[in-house]
């Protein structure tokens, strides 16, 4: 009885201190500092799996450190032929496997569906992303820009903030001497927009964000496009910074590439 009780306090204790550290976490952002509402429902999905996980974890490692060092002896209690344990054990886990899947996963999936049908609309920006071996091309169709470059000539994203952004992706090569459309798998990912999408020769995929927080590639590395399919030798290299602005200065961005272009 004195075992289950201190088991109970430790377990109890561990707990505590997990969530603590749980909630610290979050309130920093987990692993990056969301920059779209849905890498924002995603974090979101993260924190509530890791705050229901806690007591899991400190259950099964408070049970290991306590039994190892409370019942060295030979003559210990053993768990093995305790059916109800183990049934409980296996029910727990099966009931938690299904609510992960319920909630989080499919109740943000269907939101994240609702909420781009619900904002879609004809005055979403529009960017057309090529992906080649191994360069980002990114177009502004709405605003006449071909190729969005820096005055190094590097490809950069640039976006306005609070706006919905339609991305469309292929993989193509407009440069290719002799065949533009031998193209590999490339795959569009921005961590902090909470995107990632494959991105295959022959194919228009699309993607949806709503971008919710001005901040850029010069403050958080997280901010730019990577990508995340080996594609060959310069894959690694396959990054372009982003950019999130407020809507006047991506009105001047556009103005200057508009003029970049036509010099
Ligand atoms: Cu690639």
Redesign the pocket.
Known sequence: MIDILLFAVFWLIATLLGEWGVHAMEARGLYYSAATSQALDGEKAMAFILTVLVPVIAFIVVMLIYTALRFRSRRSLQFRDNKMFIGIWVLLSIALNILFFVHPSASALEQMFNNEEARLNRHDLIVNVT?R??EWIFSYPQYGIQTAEDSNGNSTLYLPVNQNVRFVLRSYDPYHTYDPNGA????FWIPAFGLKQDIIPGETRLEYVHTNKITSYDVDPMVRVQ?A????P??PF?EAPVHVVSSSDFLKWVQAQRKLEAS
């Open positions: 992906a071996q191994w590999v798998i490339h795959d990508c399919e080996v594609c060959g310069g894959h396959m």
